[in-house]
């Protein structure tokens, strides 16, 4: 494909972008504009050539399916899809491309790849990270994730780092993100006593009506936290016990994450299992067979905010 079919292209699809915006937003289309105008009869030229996505779901599900095809896309990270479920995942949370999204501590940025490219035309990314230390694993992380950035402008130009400080944190101007998501983190607020104010800054920085959505690994129905922290497993009911009393009602749970072959009795806990694989090659081939972890994932909403009372 030559320079120009491919510039043409994307203009094409940027097009069609805003056109969808547009419908969301009750906007005047140009498609809008030719149906309303009087087409003569001389005309040979269709009034509408572009015909846009049926549903905001629809568009959704398609450019989740482009980014996830991206070439920049690590193909150790496509290999994890199987265990991690992305497109469902993020469309079980209700991410759409014109959307402000907060993800908090993102690692190396797996669903960064994902998500910054979704956002980088329509919405905004925004990757909440640790304020690091001289020594901590934060300061690679964050390091880690500014190069992706900036290695690649055409995905990631319009993408944002934030960093926080973990006993009093704040991600944003308050009521100014649409959804707030963190994968795999909870258990580490948990050992490390952060994890209610985590939650309650999640609640501030959210839109009334705006979506937390929570994936973490999932304890044995029963479990108690002390019992299992050290793991990295945790009981359901705690994190909901922490969202529900920063002030979030939980809308939905879902199975999409689930994997019944965890049995979460390793020697070295949830890390035993892969990516990590923390023996190294011993039974590496069991702990491979079992894949990641068993994980719950919940969406919350921040309730919306009381109708003002008609005088």
Same mark, same amino acid.
């Given at each position: ?13 940027? =097009? ?6 547009? *419908?969301?937003?009750?906007? +005047?289309?140009? *498609? ?7 087409? !003569? ?14 549903? %905001?779901? &629809? ?14 896309? !690590? ?5 994890? &899809?199987?265990?991690? $479920? ?31 490219? =979704?956002?980088?035309?329509?919405? /905004? ?5 640790? %304020? ?22 055409? /995905? ?30 909870? $258990? ?12 309650? %800054? ?14 973490? /690994? ?12 050290? @793991?990295?497993?945790? +009981?359901? &009911? ?23 072959? &965890? ?13 990590? =694989? ?31 009372? @008609? $005088?």
């Amino acid at each position: 494909m030559n320079r120009a079919t491919r510039v043409a292209r994307k203009g094409t699809v940027r =097009l069609a972008a805003a056109v969808l915006l547009a *419908a969301w937003l009750g906007l +005047p289309t140009l *498609a809008g504009a030719q149906a309303a105008r009087p087409v !003569s009869a001389e005309s040979d030229q269709p009034a509408d050539t572009l015909v846009p996505p049926t549903s %905001a779901s &629809d568009f959704t599900a398609a450019q989740l399916d482009s980014v996830l095809a991206g070439s920049w896309r !690590s193909a150790a990270n496509r290999a994890r &899809d199987a265990y991690r $479920h992305p497109k469902a995942t993020l469309q079980f949370f209700g991410v759409r491309p014109d959307r402000t999204v907060i993800e908090i501590t993102p690692g190396g940025g797996w669903y960064a790849e994902i998500l910054a490219p =979704l956002l980088n035309d329509n919405g /905004h990314y925004i990757a909440a990270e640790k %304020a690091p230390t001289a020594d901590s694993e934060a300061r690679s992380d964050d390091s880690a994730l500014r190069r992706k950035f900036a290695a690649d402008p055409a /995905h990631y130009g319009n993408a944002r780092i934030v960093q926080f400080e973990p006993k009093a944190p704040v991600f944003g101007a308050p009521a100014s993100a649409d959804l707030v998501l963190t994968f795999r983190n909870v $258990h580490n607020w948990a050992e490390a006593g952060t994890a209610p104010a985590m939650f309650k %800054a999640f609640f501030a920085v959210l839109k009334p009506g705006g979506v937390l959505g929570v994936v973490d /690994h999932r304890a044995a129905d029963g479990a108690s936290l002390e019992a299992v922290k050290s @793991s990295g497993y945790l +009981p359901t &009911d705690y994190v909901v016990k922490l969202a529900t009393e920063a002030g979030f009602t939980l809308d939905e749970s879902s199975e999409i994450n689930a994997n019944p072959k &965890d049995t979460r009795d390793y020697p070295k806990g949830v890390w035993t299992l892969p990516p990590t =694989l923390a023996l190294g090659e011993k039974d590496k081939a069991k702990y491979q067979a079992i894949g990641e972890s068993d994980r719950m994932t919940l969406r919350f909403v921040k309730p919306a905010a009381p109708a003002a009372a @008609s $005088h």
